[in-house]
């Protein structure tokens, strides 16, 4: 069956630094890939997305990669700040339509 | 403003007694969903709605239902939860659900005694 999952379950940086979270997926099929953050005790909330003829987007200090021949998707934030604090979680558009999540990433900033 | 409202925020309930969850929204969107997520995990998707169709997921216990009584407002009913069914519910919507973003309300973090 499809999956999408993280290579590293927590991340942590220092304030300021750079920050590259990554995800791997299975369904070649897939063709639309959003990440979200999630902060505690709140519903996830949209960062950036990425469709699949496509192998960059930027935001305003996130960019999102999408390496197809590997199934590889990342997430790059720049500047870190206390406030990126938050599990990051990818996930795909699969069969049906459906948005299936990755197992998330927690991302830890340092002051 | 908030687009997808969810209520209760929390909601304690007792082993076996039912219990309902709500979910509206502001964005005249086509389909809503029900996500549960348990604690450090990803939310799973339980069902949705494509305006009055309901989509069940094939893994969706059979005490899960849902209603969507009308564009706004759908509802997950749980018919007689058990400790395992404690999480954070999560309602979602999409315009038509091709190839979009959802957008989530707060959830709904349900303890069940």
């Known amino acids: 069956g499809e999956s999408v999952g993280l290579h590293l379950p927590t991340l942590s940086v220092q304030e300021g630094d750079n920050s590259i979270i990554n995800c791997a997926y299975s369904n070649s099929a897939s063709d639309y890939f959003i990440w979200y953050k999630q902060e505690s005790g709140k519903g996830p909330q949209f960062i950036i997305d990425i469709r699949s003829n496509m192998d960059k987007r930027q935001g305003q200090r996130v960019t999102v990669l999408l390496n197809k021949t590997v199934k590889h998707l990342s997430l790059q934030i720049a500047a870190t700040q206390p406030g990126d604090s938050a599990v990051y979680f990818c996930?795909?558009?699969?069969?049906?339509?459906?948005?299936?999540f990755g197992a998330g990433t927690i991302l830890r900033v340092k002051s | 403003d908030a687009m997808v409202i969810q209520n209760p925020r929390y909601q304690v309930t007792q082993f076996g007694k039912p219990v309902t969850l709500s979910c509206s929204q502001t964005l005249n969107h086509n389909v809503m969903y029900w996500y549960q997520q348990k604690s450090s995990q990803a939310p799973k998707l339980l069902f949705h709605?494509?305006?009055?169709?309901?989509?069940n997921e094939a893994d969706t216990p059979d005490n899960f239902q849902s209603r969507r009584p009308n564009t706004s407002f759908c509802f997950l009913d749980i018919r007689s939860p058990g400790l395992g069914d404690a999480a954070m519910y999560l309602c979602?919507?999409?315009?038509?659900?091709?190839?979009?973003?959802?957008?989530f309300g707060s959830g709904t973090q349900l303890s069940v005694l």
């Open positions: 979602a919507t999409s315009l038509d659900g091709t190839n979009e973003k959802l957008f």
């Open positions: 996930a795909e558009m699969g069969w049906g339509n459906k948005l299936v």
């Open positions: 709605y494509y305006d009055k169709d309901f989509n």
